[in-house]
């Protein structure tokens, strides 16, 4: 098993530009969800789903779109990227939610929004 | 809506002596429970987790933590730390079944 897998690792931006953060699982997971980590904020929760075909809004979803048209990727999307989203993206796994399952976290994307 | 608060920024402690992270939360019902770490460049890796039953939860790597509903803590504890111990501590309330709040974090430098 891969796990939880990002792309890219690394990305720059600039401000008004587009782009989608890439995230897949292989655990055949029903919940998947995207974080972001700013310093001295911890993690804030953007969107979630748990299943293909539903989403929902997390704590900061502003900016942001995501879809879930499989069971195994769930993309987020920024369609008119902005300085304030400079952040470290984590996506996340689980088996049906999260109170009482793992969370599984991909490794990260370092976005830079200039 | 459910917070956790982690008063200490960073924590600095010597190799082979003991380690407590605290942590704080709010909610109004039974919270499920959650410390995790992150190692430099990684994501997150969990720890261990309250639901129910045993106050004292026991996890990886050698940590535990206690469940105190009288002060709404969950401070996590290692009773000798290892240099590989050195990261950042983050500790989460589950709200229902979809959704974590998390902690600023802590993070922890182990000196020699």
């Known amino acids: 098993n891969a796990g939880v897998t990002q792309t890219p690792k690394f990305q720059v931006l600039k401000t008004g530009q587009s782009m989608t953060l890439q995230c897949a699982q292989d655990?055949?997971?029903?919940?998947m969800s995207w974080y972001r980590q700013d310093p001295g904020m911890g993690l804030r929760l953007i969107h979630y789903?748990?299943?293909?075909?539903?989403?929902d809004q997390g704590e900061v979803p502003n900016g942001y779109n995501v879809s879930r048209s499989t069971t195994e990727d769930f993309p987020l999307r920024l369609l008119s990227a902005a300085p304030s989203q400079t952040s470290v993206y984590f996506c996340a796994s689980s088996y049906s939610g999260v109170s009482t399952d793992t969370q599984y976290f991909g490794p990260g994307t370092r976005l830079t929004v200039l | 809506a459910q917070s956790v608060t982690q008063p200490d920024i960073h924590i600095t402690v010597s190799e082979g002596a003991s380690l407590e992270l605290r942590c704080n939360y709010s909610?109004?019902?039974?919270?499920?429970l959650f410390w995790y770490v992150q190692s430099p460049g990684q994501g997150l890796q969990l720890l261990l987790k309250?639901?129910?039953?045993?106050?004292l939860v026991q996890g990886i790597k050698g940590f535990e933590a206690e469940f105190k509903r009288s002060q709404s803590s969950f401070n996590l504890r290692k009773p000798s730390v290892h240099w590989s111990d050195a990261a950042e501590y983050f500790c989460?309330?589950?709200?229902?079944?979809?959704?974590?709040?998390f902690g600023a974090g802590t993070t922890v430098t182990v000196r020699a």
């Open positions: 989460a309330v589950g709200a229902g079944d979809y959704k974590l709040s």
């Open positions: 789903s748990v299943g293909a075909g539903i989403t």
């Open positions: 309250y639901f129910s039953g045993d106050t």
């Open positions: 655990m055949n997971h029903e919940y």
């Open positions: 909610y109004g019902a039974t919270p499920y």
